[in-house]
Structure formats: structure tokens, C-alpha cells
């Protein structure tokens, strides 16, 4: 088994940042891909970008150039940097693992969520 724990949500004004950070433990060979789902309320979870243990990075169209991924496999941690945020990034944020090189649309392993508040 997997356990990924989020750190690094919080209330942020619009165009400020945050640094989400996500801790891998256990069976952590058992996966390959990593990344970051979001959930705003009365919406579907969504990907908001992905990183390969190799270093491969893919992105939600809504983040590109906003938010950047990358990955620490001697810690066994992703981390999700956050910029010019918008209210509309208010969601929460679900670190996800999956035992693919690419991540699918169902992940095998999901965290717990932090919550990230944008105020405009």
C-alpha cells in the first residue's frame, strides 16, 4: 500500500502563491506517476498536472504557465508550486500516485486533500 500525505494549502489573495507538498510512504515502488487532482465544489475532479518518475510533465490547460510540478524521488515527494493564483483555483487539492508511467484518469493511490481558498 500507499499513503500520500498534502501539505501546504491554505487562504491566499488572488496573484499570490502557494507550494503544495505531498509525502510518499510505504510501497513506493508500487507507482510510477504522480501528481495533483482538484475538486471545487458542486464540480468533477479534475488533473491538474502530472510528473513521471522520469521527469516527463504534463499540465491542465488552466495551469500552463501558472503552476509548475516536480518531483523528489530520493525523498519520495511532489510538490506543486503555485502562482498568480485565481479564485476560480479554489478547490481541493488530492496528491495522486499511479502505478502507470502516464497518470490516468483514475489514479491507484489518492491522499486526503488539502484545501486551497483563492480570495479575489
Known amino acids: 500500500q500507499v499513503q500520500l500525505v498534502e501539505s501546504g494549502g491554505g487562504l491566499v489573495q488572488a496573484g499570490g502563491s502557494l507550494r503544495l507538498s505531498c509525502a510518499a510512504s510505504?510501497?513506493?515502488?508500487?507507482?510510477?506517476?504522480m501528481g495533483w487532482y482538484r475538486q471545487a465544489p458542486g464540480k468533477q475532479r479534475e488533473l491538474v498536472a502530472a510528473?513521471?518518475?522520469?521527469?516527463?510533465?504534463n499540465y491542465a490547460d488552466f495551469v500552463q504557465g501558472r503552476f509548475t510540478i516536480s518531483r523528489d524521488n530520493a525523498k519520495n515527494t511532489v510538490y506543486l508550486q503555485m502562482n498568480s493564483l485565481k479564485p476560480e483555483d479554489t478547490a481541493v487539492y488530492y496528491c495522486?500516485?499511479?502505478?502507470?508511467?502516464?497518470?490516468?484518469?483514475?489514479?491507484?493511490?489518492w491522499g486526503q486533500g488539502t484545501q486551497v481558498t483563492v480570495s479575489s
Open positions: 495522486v500516485a499511479d502505478i502507470g508511467a502516464t497518470m490516468s484518469r483514475n489514479p491507484d493511490y
Open positions: 510505504g510501497s513506493i515502488f508500487s507507482f510510477n506517476a
Open positions: 510528473i513521471a518518475r522520469g521527469g516527463n510533465r
